[in-house]
C-alpha cells in the first residue's frame, strides 16, 4: 500500500483567515481527491485532482504527482469550512482509496 | 444531482447479530466499494466489487463480511455475526470507472453501534 500524510493535523482559524492544507504520499498514485467530512459525517467530494490545479469559489488544490503532493488552499475562510479534510489517493491498477488521517479545521467567528 | 443512497443510517444492533447495510450506487457507475471509519479515526477500504465479484478487499474484510449485489440496483453489505468493533460509520462509494482512473462518490453513510 501507500502511506499518505497530512498536515497540519489541527488547525484553529479566525473567520476570513486563508490556509493550506498539505497531503504528501509515499508512492506515485494515479488517482487524488480530497473530501470535506462535515460535522454529520458526510464524506463530500471537493476535487478529483490526479493532477494540475483546480478552482471551485473559495477553494483551489493543486496536485503536483512527480512529487507525490497535493496542496488545498482555502481562502477567505467561513465557519461552515469547519469540519475534517481528507486526501486520498490510488495505486495504478488498484481499486482502492489510500486515506490520510484528516486536517481539523475548526474556523471561529 | 445523482447520488448514492445508504440505509439505515443508523443501526444498534447486539453483539452476535447479523447486520445488513443496503446502498443504491449512483445509476450509471459500475463499481462498487464499502469502506468504513471507526469514530475519530482515518477512512480504510474494505471491499471493491465490479462485474458481480468481489475485485479486491482489504484484510478486515474476512469470513464475516460479505457482499452482494442482489439485483440491478441495491448492493449490500453483510456482517454475519457482530463484534464490538464493528461499531463504525460504514461507506458506500460507487465510480464510473476504475478506481485508479474514476471519480468516487461516497453515501452518507450507515452508522453502526454493536453492544
Known amino acids: 500500500g501507500i502511506q499518505v500524510e497530512q498536515s497540519p493535523p489541527d488547525l484553529i482559524l479566525q473567520e476570513g483567515a486563508n490556509s493550506t492544507l498539505r497531503c504528501n504520499f509515499s508512492?506515485?498514485?494515479?488517482?487524488l481527491q480530497w473530501f470535506h467530512q462535515n460535522p454529520w459525517g458526510q464524506l463530500i467530494n471537493l476535487f478529483y485532482?490526479?493532477?494540475g490545479t483546480k478552482q471551485n469559489g473559495r477553494l483551489s488544490a493543486t496536485t503536483v504527482a512527480t512529487e507525490r503532493y497535493s496542496l488545498l488552499y482555502i481562502s477567505s475562510s467561513q465557519t461552515t469550512d469547519s469540519g475534517v479534510y481528507f486526501c486520498?489517493?490510488?495505486?495504478?491498477?488498484?481499486?482502492?482509496?489510500?486515506f490520510g488521517s484528516g486536517t481539523k479545521l475548526n474556523v471561529k467567528p | 444531482e445523482p447520488e448514492v443512497t445508504q440505509t439505515p443510517s443508523h443501526q444498534v444492533t447486539q453483539m452476535g447479530q447479523e447486520v445488513i447495510l443496503r446502498c443504491v450506487p449512483i445509476?450509471?457507475?459500475?463499481?462498487f466499494y464499502w469502506y468504513r471509519q471507526i469514530l475519530g479515526q482515518k477512512v480504510e477500504f474494505l471491499v471493491s466489487?465490479?462485474?458481480?465479484?468481489?475485485?479486491?478487499k482489504s484484510e478486515i474484510f474476512d469470513d464475516q463480511f460479505s457482499v452482494e449485489r442482489p439485483d440491478g440496483s441495491n448492493f449490500t453489505l453483510k456482517i454475519r455475526s457482530t463484534k464490538l468493533e464493528d461499531s463504525a460509520m460504514y461507506f458506500c462509494?460507487?465510480?464510473?470507472?476504475?478506481?485508479?482512473?474514476?471519480?468516487?462518490?461516497f453515501g452518507e453513510g450507515s452508522r453502526l453501534t454493536v453492544l
Open positions: 466489487f465490479y462485474n458481480n465479484e468481489i475485485s479486491e
Open positions: 508512492d506515485s498514485v494515479n488517482n
Open positions: 485532482i490526479p493532477s
Open positions: 445509476s450509471n457507475h459500475l463499481y
Open positions: 462509494a460507487s465510480s464510473e470507472a476504475t478506481g485508479f482512473t474514476g471519480e468516487l462518490f
Open positions: 486520498a489517493g490510488t495505486l495504478y491498477n488498484f481499486n482502492k482509496f489510500y
